[in-house]
T-cell receptor
Framework: GESVGLHLPTLSVQEGDNSIINCAYS??????FIWYKQESGKGPQFIID?????DKRQGQRVTVLLNKTVKHLSLQIAATQPGDSAVYFC?????????FGAGTRLTVKP | GAGVSQSPSNKVTEKGKDVELRCDPI?????LYWYRQRLGQGLEFLIY????????KSGLPSDRFSAERTGESVSTLTIQRTQQEDSAVYLC?????????????FGPGTRLTVL
C-alpha cells in the first residue's frame, strides 16, 4: 500500500483571504478525484469532486481545478473562515478504489 | 443508519494484547475501507473490501493485522499482540462501490492507545 507516514505540510492564511491547497496525483489513468476535509477528532468529510473530463468545478466558496497534463489538483477556498481550519486530503480513483494523498493542514488566522 | 459508525470510539490496551475494532457501513454500500491515521499524519490505506471479491490486503503493515467482512455488512479489524507503534486512529469508510465515481463516507474513527 501507499506510505503516507510523512508529517503534513501546512498552510497558514489570514481570515478573509483566499486559500489554495495543492495535490499531485500519481496515476495518469485516474478519472475521478475528491477533496475531503478533516476537522480535529473527526473523520474526513466530502467537500467537492471532479471527473477527468472537466478541468474546473465550483461549489459554495470552493473550486477544484484539475490539470491532467501535470497530474495536479488544487482546491481553492474563497474568503477563508476560521471554520475552514482543518486538514484537507485529495483522493484519486484508481480503478476499483480510491487512494488518498498525504494531506495539508490549513490554519486560518483571525 | 445515517452514516458509518465505529466502535469503540476509544480503546486503551496493554502491549501484547489483541484488540478488535468494529465498523458498521452505510446500508447498501458494497465497498468498505480501513485506514490508519497516526497523530498529525495522513491516511494510510490498510485494506479494502468490495462485495464478495477477495479483499485488497496490500496495505496491512504486518501479519498481526487482519480484517473480516461478512457479505456487505459489518467489518472487524483485528490487531494481535499490539505494539506501541500501533497507537493511532483507525478510520473506516464505505462507498457504493461504483467504478469511476465513488465517494467514500467516513466513520468517526477508533482511537487506539497501546501502553
Amino acid at each position: 500500500g501507499e506510505s503516507v507516514g510523512l508529517h503534513l505540510p501546512t498552510l497558514s492564511v489570514q481570515e478573509g483571504d483566499n486559500s489554495i491547497i495543492n495535490c499531485a496525483y500519481s496515476n495518469s489513468a485516474s478519472d475521478y478525484f475528491i477533496w475531503y476535509k478533516q476537522e480535529s477528532g473527526k473523520g474526513p468529510q466530502f467537500i467537492i469532486d471532479i471527473r477527468s473530463n472537466m478541468d474546473k468545478r465550483q461549489g459554495q466558496r470552493v473550486t477544484v481545478l484539475l490539470n491532467k497534463t501535470v497530474k495536479h489538483l488544487s482546491l481553492q477556498i474563497a474568503a477563508t473562515q476560521p471554520g475552514d481550519s482543518a486538514v484537507y486530503f485529495c483522493a484519486e480513483n484508481r480503478g476499483n478504489d480510491m487512494r488518498f494523498g498525504a494531506g495539508t493542514r490549513l490554519t486560518v488566522k483571525p | 443508519g445515517a452514516g458509518v459508525s465505529q466502535s469503540p470510539s476509544n480503546k486503551v490496551t496493554e502491549k501484547g494484547k489483541d484488540v478488535e475494532l468494529r465498523c458498521d457501513p452505510i446500508s447498501g454500500h458494497t465497498a468498505l475501507y480501513w485506514y490508519r491515521q497516526r497523530l498529525g499524519q495522513g491516511l494510510e490505506f490498510l485494506i479494502y473490501f468490495q462485495g464478495n471479491s477477495a479483499p485488497d490486503k496490500s496495505g496491512l503493515p504486518s501479519d498481526r493485522f487482519s480484517a473480516e467482512r461478512t457479505g456487505e455488512s459489518v467489518s472487524t479489524l483485528t490487531i494481535q499482540r499490539t505494539q506501541q507503534e500501533d497507537s493511532a486512529v483507525y478510520l473506516c469508510a464505505s462507498s457504493l462501490g461504483r467504478q469511476g465515481a465513488d465517494t467514500q463516507y467516513f466513520g468517526p474513527g477508533t482511537r487506539l492507545t497501546v501502553l
